[in-house]
């Protein structure tokens, strides 16, 4: 057998294989956004309006629609958090905005939480949402909604309920995407 050969078939006892590297744990920090944020909270939740019925907004937002969204918000002193990686990349975000315009709705606000895909199903949701709910209580806030899409959304229907939402009514088939009819779950959850 050429030299060559042999090195290529020989095959290193385990305790002399290279190791893979481990991966690294999921850690985040959640705070308030910044307007610097506003890029990457853009990136994400267009991802969501592209691909999936789980928002029913059909036309990408624009960074110009972030930034007066979020002064809007500010100037309510509404919560808005994102969780961001220990390299500072936002790996999701969460909002409260108020449910009507109408005066009387002050106290009501209706839930907003959307994660980038690879940082699902790790916990981060729950983090959010806890701390969405706290920040919104401290803000004198009263009640929560959450509207959810009927399909699609399985993963947020149960996070809004292990957090104590309870459905409170569906509308069916008011809204079209992706060339099928969809409907909707509201949840409301009482912060007093
Ligand atoms: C919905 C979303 C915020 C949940 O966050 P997450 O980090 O993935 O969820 P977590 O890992 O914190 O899990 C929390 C709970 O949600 C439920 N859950 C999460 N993903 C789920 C899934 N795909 N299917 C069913 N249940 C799911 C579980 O009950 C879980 O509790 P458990 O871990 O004790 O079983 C996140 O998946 C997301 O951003 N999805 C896309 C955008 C979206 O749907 N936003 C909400 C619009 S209304």
Redesign the pocket.
Known sequence: MLEEEYEQRRVLPRHLRKQPEPEAPFSFEIRAATPRDLPDVREIYNY?VTN?V??FDEDAMSLREWRSKFAYLAKLGMPFLVAVSPSQQVL?Y?LVSPWKQKRAYRYTVES??????A???????????AALIERSREAGLKEML????DKG??????????FGFTEIGRMGRVGFKFDRWLGTVLLQKSLK
């Open positions: 969501y999936s789980v928002t999701g969460a907003s939480i959307y994660l980038r895909p940082a699902t199903g790790k916990g981060l949701g729950r983090a959010l949402l959450a509207v959810v899409a959304a399985e993963g947020s229907l149960r996070l809004h309920e292990a």
